[in-house]
């Protein structure tokens, strides 16, 4: 007993797997199924077996020689893996032995793996596309073909269904489980309109699960059917309607024309054969074969003038017998010869020639009721057709008809009112042409059309400038001529005489003659330069009814040297440092350069003539060069007062030249002599140049203020770090009536154009200055200031029946103020009259220029 326990204890029993069945993922893979649309790769049962010892097992797995291994096995976790893709339609099982082992013993199962189908194949045709023939005399719902088609995948994937694309617009049907095609109900075929039709069918599975989603397959092929002719359509005439013509020199025997006809089934046609059914009354034939239809009499002897004739065309069977048939009717017209060309006539008869007075511009569209005209062609039919075409100048008139058959009224009327101009044509001369449309000879037949044209006041007088630029030298007397303007009105009579006037807040000092046009100043202007250089205002031509253009006139008054050169005081006292100079001026009214510009010279120095020297251009005195210190001029003049008297002369460089002269009592010292320290030094140095000393004392405020500044700054900041509290500040206000009255030399006004406005409510009065220099040219100086510049009033609106003339705006005078140069140059006449139209022409684009914007 003890020996079969030892037996039992040394025993080595065998693995197993668990048998957990169907449906369970892990076991001996018994029973196990798979769909065929698994992903390879994926990790899909694993075995599970024990070892009743306890050992420690191992997993395999192994395919039948020739097999194709669809799955792979961990041999330690029995996880096994999905390692080829499944395709139930070629495999829908597979045999796979497992095996267990711990090592000593294995024990190998056969087992079956089964392979679920998913809804991955498309439904086949077996038996499309195809192509069939179909008479067209098949029924309607007549079976003419079925459509088979077969789809690999079971359940509902493996279902199909048919459908046709585009049912509505298809004469077939297809029945949706048989797949058998039909003719629809109440639809037949005609070969004559569709000879083939393409039916493409569709079939469609079921659906089915696949990849984890519902999915639905189909195909499609197209089925041709081929319609095949049967004798079921009467013969048809070609080239309706039929039309001929019966000439009167026609012979027996002439053709007229031919007609065609084809049998309606173009598949498989029969011959066709031609004859009379009714009209022809026996003078007409018609050839049976061809349909060739001629005449059998004399014109002569023709009883009607058209004659309509049913022709029949019927079908020959092979047999010989006539079968279906189609009728048409062929109208033949008697005509005669043309012989007649077309002809106007007038109220008397014929006439070649038609005349017509009438006012320029008529309304467009009105008839010309004065040209009574009438063409007529005694022909008949064709030969009687013409057509009516106007020949002349432009597109001003239109004839109609155009077309005319036998007789017509003729109609002329206005087609371009604007080009029918007395201005440019005094009368207009026409051709009325007739000429015939569908006849060998092409006769015509011509006729004048004049029309004369009586003027009427259509036109405004029109300027020959848009602007007129003249100059007047100031002074003129009273009466003299500016400038002549000139305007045409091409009106005839009284209509073309021009009448001138003048107007706009520039026009005071002028006329104008109201017929010759002629500009000229009042008797009692005065034109001065120096007040007013630039005119501008509008000039007026009219006509005797009101219609009017206007011209702008732009007027320069040439300045002329009237004026001479005037010092301030013809009396100076200066004081001069050595080493810097004194600077007299003197001022000239004249308006231009080089009438004001201005040349200093020293006429006469006492008591010593060869002291100073004198800029021309600036009126600086100073002392030659070679004057360093007093001692040098008390060394010259051999005395102790240094006190120098200089007449001193201004002169312009006008024609004729104007001069004035002033006496100036200049002291002379050196710098070191001046008391008060440098300040007073500089004060005194500087005493003619107050802006400088300005500029000095405001630099040393701005220095006072920046260092109060600072040291404030510091105290509140050491304040500040030591945390004391400040007593309160009482603050008391300057009373209102102590202002401060200091004005900052180097200040710059915030706009420009501040320092240059003009009141224009306020005229500045005359001033008049007495000069006391009895050796000057002119004894007196009158300077009148120049009112503000204004622009011209608004012209009167144009007519509103002047459409395209010029659009008048208002014209503007644009302008700057610029400093007086310090050197000006020396100018002639000439140069003035260029300075004068640059300064006219700067005006005129200024004023364009603003127009635009």
């Given at each position: 007993?003890?020996?079969?326990?030892?037996?039992?204890?040394?025993?080595?029993?065998?693995?197993?797997?668990?048998?957990n069945?169907?449906?369970?993922?892990?076991?001996?893979?018994?029973?196990?199924?798979?769909?065929?649309?698994?992903?390879?790769g994926?990790?899909?049962?694993?075995?599970?077996?024990?070892?009743?010892?306890?050992?420690?097992?191992?997993?395999?797995?192994?395919?039948?020689?020739?097999?194709?291994?669809?799955?792979?096995?961990?041999?330690?976790?029995?996880?096994?893996?999905?390692?080829?893709?499944l395709?139930?339609e070629?495999?829908?099982?597979?045999?796979?032995?497992?095996?267990?082992?711990?090592?000593?013993?294995?024990?190998?199962?056969?087992?079956?793996?089964?392979?679920m189908?998913?809804?991955?194949?498309?439904?086949?045709?077996q038996?499309?596309?195809?192509?069939?023939?179909?008479m067209?005399?098949?029924?309607?719902?007549?079976?003419?073909?079925?459509?088979?088609?077969?789809?690999?995948?079971?359940?509902?994937?493996?279902?199909?269904?048919?459908?046709?694309?585009?049912?509505?617009?298809?004469?077939?049907?297809?029945?949706?489980?048989?797949?058998?095609?039909?003719?629809?109900?109440?639809?037949?075929?005609?070969?004559?309109?569709?000879?083939?039709?393409?039916?493409?069918?569709?079939?469609?599975?079921?659906?089915?699960?696949?990849?984890?989603?519902?999915?639905?397959m189909s195909?499609?092929?197209?089925?041709?059917?081929?319609v095949?002719d049967?004798?079921?359509?009467?013969?048809?005439?070609?080239?309706t309607?039929?039309?001929?013509?019966?000439?009167?020199?026609?012979?027996?025997?002439?053709?007229?024309?031919?007609?065609?006809?084809?049998?309606?089934?173009?598949?498989?046609?029969?011959?066709?054969?031609?004859?009379?059914?009714?009209?022809?009354?026996?003078?007409?034939?018609?050839?049976?074969?061809s349909?060739?239809?001629?005449?059998?009499?004399?014109?002569?002897?023709?009883?009607?003038?058209?004659?309509?004739?049913?022709?029949?065309?019927?079908?020959?069977?092979?047999?010989?017998?006539?079968?279906?048939?189609?009728v048409?009717t062929?109208?033949?017209?008697?005509?005669?010869?043309?012989n007649?060309?077309?002809?106007?006539?007038?109220?008397?008869g014929?006439?070649?020639?038609?005349?017509l007075?009438?006012?320029?511009?008529?309304?467009?569209?009105?008839?010309?009721?004065?040209?009574?005209i009438?063409?007529?062609?005694?022909?008949?039919?064709?030969?009687?057709?013409f057509?009516?075409?106007?020949?002349g100048?432009?597109?001003?008139?239109?004839?109609?008809?155009?077309?005319v058959?036998?007789?017509?009224?003729?109609?002329?009327?206005?087609?371009?009112?604007?080009?029918?101009?007395?201005?440019?044509?005094?009368?207009?001369?026409?051709?009325?042409?007739?000429?015939?449309?569908?006849?060998?000879?092409?006769?015509?037949a011509?006729a004048?059309?004049?029309?004369?044209?009586?003027?009427?006041?259509?036109?405004?007088?029109?300027?020959?400038?848009?602007?007129?630029?003249?100059?007047?030298?100031?002074?003129?007397?009273?009466?003299?001529?500016?400038?002549?303007?000139?305007?045409?009105?091409?009106?005839?009579?009284?209509?073309?005489?021009?009448k001138?006037?003048?107007?706009?807040?520039?026009?005071?000092?002028?006329?104008?003659?109201?017929?010759?046009?002629?500009?000229?100043?009042?008797?009692?202007?005065?034109?001065?330069?120096?007040?007013?250089?630039?005119?501008?205002?509008?000039?007026?031509?009219?006509?005797t009814?009101?219609?009017?253009?206007?011209a702008?006139?732009?007027?320069?008054v040439?300045?002329l040297?009237?004026?001479?050169?005037?010092?301030?005081?013809?009396?100076?006292?200066?004081?001069?440092?050595?080493?810097a100079?004194?600077?007299?001026?003197?001022?000239?009214?004249?308006?231009?350069?080089?009438?004001?510009?201005?040349?200093?010279?020293?006429?006469?120095?006492?008591?010593?003539n060869?002291?100073?020297?004198?800029?021309?251009?600036?009126?600086?005195?100073?002392?030659?060069?070679?004057?360093?210190?007093m001692?040098?001029i008390?060394?010259?003049?051999?005395?102790?007062?240094?006190?120098?008297?200089?007449v001193?002369?201004?002169?312009?460089?006008?024609?004729?030249?104007?001069?004035?002269?002033?006496?100036?009592?200049?002291?002379?010292?050196?710098?070191?002599?001046?008391?008060?320290?440098?300040?007073?030094?500089?004060?005194?140095?500087?005493?003619n140049?107050?802006?400088?000393?300005?500029?000095?004392?405001?630099?040393?405020i701005?220095?006072?203020?920046?260092v109060?500044?600072?040291?404030?700054?510091?105290?509140?900041?050491?304040?500040?770090?030591?945390?004391?509290?400040q007593?309160?500040?009482?603050?008391?206000?300057?009373?209102?009536?102590?202002?401060?009255?200091?004005?900052?030399?180097?200040?710059?006004?915030?706009?420009p154009?501040?320092?240059?406005?003009?009141?224009?409510?306020?005229?500045?009065?005359?001033?008049?200055?007495?000069?006391v220099?009895?050796?000057?040219?002119?004894?007196?100086?009158?300077?009148?200031?120049?009112?503000?510049?204004?622009?011209?009033?608004?012209?009167?609106?144009?007519p509103?029946?002047?459409?395209?003339?010029?659009?008048?705006?208002?014209?503007?005078v644009?302008?700057?103020?610029?400093?007086?140069?310090?050197?000006?140059?020396?100018?002639?006449?000439?140069?003035?009259?260029?300075l004068?139209?640059?300064?006219?022409?700067?005006?005129?684009?200024?004023?364009?220029?603003?127009?635009?914007?």
């Amino acid at each position: 007993m003890a020996s079969v326990s030892a037996d039992l204890a040394h025993a080595d029993f065998a693995p197993f797997f668990y048998d957990n069945g169907p449906y369970i993922f892990n076991g001996n893979l018994a029973l196990f199924s798979l769909s065929e649309d698994t992903a390879v790769g994926t990790h899909i049962y694993c075995l599970n077996g024990t070892d009743p010892e306890g050992q420690e097992v191992r997993y395999g797995l192994s395919f039948d020689p020739g097999s194709k291994e669809y799955f792979r096995v961990d041999p330690k976790s029995g996880n096994i893996t999905l390692v080829e893709q499944l395709d139930r339609e070629k495999q829908d099982s597979i045999d796979v032995l497992v095996s267990i082992t711990d090592g000593r013993s294995q024990v190998v199962e056969r087992v079956t793996v089964f392979v679920m189908d998913a809804n991955d194949e498309k439904p086949e045709f077996q038996n499309m596309p195809a192509i069939i023939d179909v008479m067209e005399t098949t029924e309607s719902g007549s079976s003419i073909y079925n459509v088979e088609a077969v789809d690999k995948d079971t359940g509902s994937g493996g279902s199909i269904t048919y459908f046709l694309q585009n049912p509505q617009s298809t004469l077939f049907a297809v029945d949706r489980h048989s797949g058998v095609l039909r003719i629809k109900s109440g639809e037949m075929l005609d070969y004559e309109k569709t000879k083939t039709h393409f039916v493409t069918v569709i079939v469609k599975d079921g659906g089915g699960n696949l990849n984890g989603k519902e999915q639905f397959m189909s195909s499609s092929a197209t089925l041709t059917i081929n319609v095949i002719d049967a004798q079921d359509t009467p013969p048809s005439f070609i080239g309706t309607p039929y039309f001929g013509y019966v000439y009167e020199i026609s012979v027996p025997g002439s053709e007229i024309f031919t007609v065609l006809a084809k049998d309606g089934d173009v598949g498989n046609p029969n011959p066709v054969r031609y004859s009379f059914e009714d009209g022809d009354d026996g003078v007409f034939s018609i050839n049976k074969t061809s349909g060739c239809i001629t005449l059998l009499t004399l014109p002569i002897y023709l009883k009607r003038e058209i004659f309509n004739i049913k022709v029949k065309a019927s079908e020959v069977s092979p047999e010989g017998r006539l079968m279906d048939s189609g009728v048409t009717t062929a109208v033949i017209r008697v005509v005669d010869l043309n012989n007649n060309p077309p002809t106007f006539y007038g109220e008397n008869g014929p006439q070649n020639m038609f005349e017509l007075t009438m006012y320029e511009h008529p309304p467009e569209g009105e008839i010309l009721r004065g040209l009574k005209i009438t063409v007529n062609d005694s022909d008949q039919g064709a030969n009687a057709k013409f057509n009516l075409r106007l020949l002349g100048p432009g597109r001003m008139l239109r004839v109609v008809p155009q077309t005319v058959l036998n007789e017509a009224q003729v109609t002329i009327l206005v087609e371009d009112s604007a080009a029918m101009d007395y201005e440019k044509h005094h009368f207009l001369t026409y051709k009325l042409l007739a000429v015939e449309i569908d006849t060998p000879e092409r006769f015509s037949a011509t006729a004048d059309i004049v029309i004369h044209l009586l003027d009427t006041n259509d036109n405004a007088p029109k300027f020959s400038s848009d602007y007129y630029i003249a100059r007047i030298p100031e002074n003129s007397p009273g009466g003299s001529n500016v400038v002549s303007v000139t305007a045409e009105d091409p009106d005839s009579g009284p209509w073309g005489d021009v009448k001138y006037s003048i107007y706009g807040s520039g026009a005071d000092l002028f006329l104008i003659q109201p017929i010759s046009g002629i500009i000229y100043t009042q008797p009692w202007a005065s034109l001065d330069a120096e007040v007013r250089s630039k005119y501008n205002f509008y000039v007026k031509a009219e006509d005797t009814e009101g219609k009017y253009s206007l011209a702008e006139v732009f007027v320069t008054v040439l300045d002329l040297n009237d004026h001479p050169p005037a010092f301030n005081d013809n009396f100076l006292e200066k004081t001069m440092v050595i080493g810097a100079p004194v600077k007299i001026e003197a001022v000239d009214d004249d308006a231009e350069v080089p009438n004001n510009v201005i040349e200093y010279a020293i006429m006469k120095a006492e008591p010593d003539n060869n002291i100073f020297d004198i800029d021309a251009d600036t009126g600086e005195i100073m002392l030659k060069s070679y004057i360093k210190s007093m001692a040098i001029i008390q060394n010259i003049t051999k005395q102790r007062d240094c006190t120098w008297s200089l007449v001193v002369q201004a002169r312009d460089r006008g024609q004729p030249s104007f001069s004035t002269t002033a006496v100036i009592k200049i002291d002379i010292t050196e710098a070191t002599q001046l008391s008060g320290g440098p300040l007073g030094s500089f004060l005194m140095h500087n005493r003619n140049s107050p802006l400088q000393i300005l500029g000095m004392l405001a630099g040393v405020i701005s220095l006072m203020v920046i260092v109060t500044v600072i040291i404030s700054t510091a105290t509140f900041m050491r304040n500040k770090k030591s945390n004391r509290v400040q007593p309160n500040r009482r603050v008391r206000r300057r009373p209102p009536n102590q202002l401060w009255n200091f004005r900052n030399p180097l200040k710059v006004p915030e706009a420009p154009g501040e320092k240059f406005r003009v009141d224009e409510e306020e005229p500045e009065p005359e001033v008049i200055v007495e000069n006391v220099n009895y050796n000057n040219n002119v004894t007196d100086v009158v300077r009148q200031w120049p009112p503000p510049p204004c622009a011209p009033s608004l012209p009167p609106p144009l007519p509103k029946y002047m459409p395209g003339e010029r659009q008048w705006a208002v014209p503007t005078v644009s302008a700057t103020v610029a400093p007086k140069p310090r050197k000006k140059p020396n100018m002639n006449r000439q140069d003035t009259v260029n300075l004068a139209l640059v300064s006219e022409l700067k005006m005129r684009l200024e004023q364009k220029r603003m127009l635009k914007h």
